[in-house]
Nanobody, 123 residues
């Protein structure tokens, strides 16, 4: 049974930082592209960042470029999202995702989802 378990969400002030973690089990982690999506109240889920499985290529939504960094540790079956310079617009539930390929993930092709962790940025 595949499980993606997010942690690290919480309440932070504008300009602050958080680091999200996603621990994966039940899948061959190193062969999956991993990513983070978010869904704000009343809005559709959107991809925030992704990292490929074979060469570590990363990709980011324009809204987070330069502020967020995605990374993965294949030895720990964990993917991270370092979020800096947080803004109230970043408030959302953040979901970890696993996909066969980064290109597939970017168009919504996700094989597995985590249950999400809430990030709230106060102004």
């Amino acid at each position: 049974q595949v499980q993606l378990v997010e942690s690290g969400g919480g309440l932070v002030q504008t300009g602050g930082s958080l680091r999200l973690s996603c621990a994966a089990s039940g899948l061959t982690f190193r062969t999956y592209a991993m990513g983070w999506f978010r869904q704000a109240p009343g809005k559709e889920r959107e991809i925030v960042a992704g990292v490929s499985w074979y060469n570590g290529i990363t990709d980011y939504a324009d809204s987070v470029k330069g502020r967020f960094t995605i990374s993965r540790d294949n030895a720990k079956n964990t993917v991270y999202l370092q979020m800096n310079s947080l803004e109230p617009e970043d408030t959302a539930v953040y979901y970890c995702a696993a996909s066969q390929a980064l290109a597939t993930m970017k168009i919504g092709g996700v094989d597995f989802w985590g249950k999400g962790t809430l990030v709230t940025v106060s102004s």
